[in-house]
């Protein structure tokens, strides 16, 4: 094993899956050739519309469907291997326990089916609830827990074996603001005891909350995965907000800039700062402010035009680092650049 791979919980090469037409379905492509690399110890995103294949890649990591073709490892293991799943946690999408089991009894079950020994299991069950908030019910059964509480008491389950690597779906689906909260709390914990923590959710803002890294899956393809901040780099801008005392804002704000600006055919300002960051100057929004664009995240370019502005005697009233968000980034990504329109799903998912 490589030192690469070594540090690696998920080592993902040309996953795919197709399945094949019946009498009443169409054939279906549902992963084309998955790449994705997991570092142990991290919080990790895998996000995507309805049918881009998120649950699909999950069971087949868990062996709960068998793959058209897969490479690499998990947990320093090849993908498939039986042995690996006792070192794996794992929340279902839709996982259903007994009405007539208490949540202890869930949590002992489970830890049962995974080998845990009767001591263990037991002792886990306690600490477990606990953790996830579910001391007070532990007790009750089933049948009585509220979505929310169906959802603490699936992912004590999938850490009554102690796993390495914890794959949750959809973990925040049908909580409250509350529960979504202790969630991200639980994911951090998990973290700082240097497990790693695969999740999907359609809530972008729980992932760019928690998430160290991200994929975006569409179509059954990665479309992008790395850090937020490596994906928004090439992004970021700084925008700067100009205003002045009397009427003369646009000819002032002209004036100051001349030296990076350009205007073009149909009166736009655009420009280039001496390292080739782009400047883009907005005049014409009524009743609003002149707007300056600088396509940097580097604030010491910025500072000689924020100079020439003060120079000329206009007001700077605001100059604020832009960065896309999470959603920008998934938008971008299921967005046809040719027709705007957003891509239509791969395949549904588990079909």
């Known amino acids: 094993m490589t030192t690469a791979t070594a540090d690696l919980a998920l080592d993902l090469k040309d996953v795919d899956k197709s399945y ?27 996000l995507g519309p309805n049918g881009a294949g998120k649950s699909t890649l999950i069971k087949i990591l868990m062996t709960v469907i068998s793959p058209t073709r897969a490479q690499g490892t998990m947990l320093g293991r090849p993908i498939g291997e039986k042995t690996t799943l006792a070192r794996v946690g794992y929340l279902p999408e839709h996982h259903r326990f007994p009405d007539y089991l208490t949540g202890r009894q869930v949590v002992e079950f489970y830890g049962a089916m995974s080998g845990v020994s009767r ?27 509220s979505k929310g ?53 359609h809530l972008l803002s729980e992932l760019e909350m928690i998430c160290d890294r991200v994929a975006i899956l569409v179509q059954g393809r990665v479309a992008s995965q ?19 005392d009397d009427s003369n804002v646009d000819t002032a704000l002209r004036g100051a800039l001349s030296s990076w600006l350009r205007p073009d055919a149909n009166g736009a300002l655009d420009g280039q700062l001496p390292t080739g960051e782009s400047i883009d100057v907005r005049l014409d929004q009524p009743h609003a402010p002149a707007m300056v664009k600088v396509a940097t995240a580097d604030a010491a370019k910025v500072q000689p035009l924020l100079d020439s502005i003060r120079a000329a005697r206009l007001t700077l009233r605001a100059v604020r680092p832009i960065r896309p968000s999470l959603e920008d980034l998934f938008m971008e990504a299921v967005t046809d650049p040719e027709t705007g329109k957003t891509l239509a799903p791969g395949a549904k998912e588990g079909a």
Not at 124 to 136: C, E, I, Y
Not at 151 to 169: C, F, W
């Open 20 to 46: 094949a037409a019946g009498w009443f379905k169409r054939g279906v492509h549902a992963l084309r050739g998955i790449d994705m690399h997991v570092g142990r110890g991290e919080v990790f995103g895998l």
């Open 119 to 145: 001591r263990d299991r037991k002792q886990r069950a306690a600490q477990l609830l606990d953790f996830v908030g579910m001391a007070k019910w532990a007790d009750t059964k089933v049948r009585g827990y």
């Open 149 to 201: 509480m169906r959802q603490r008491v699936g992912i004590a389950q999938a850490l009554v074996n102690d796993p390495e690597l914890v794959l949750l779906d959809e973990p925040t689906d049908g909580v409250d603001p509350v529960g979504r909260r202790d969630i991200r709390q639980m994911c951090q914990t998990l973290k700082d005891r240097g497990k790693t923590v695969f999740l999907n959710s």
């Open 226 to 244: 790395g850090t937020i901040d490596s994906l928004t780099t090439h992004r970021q801008r700084y925008e700067i907000e100009v205003a002045s």
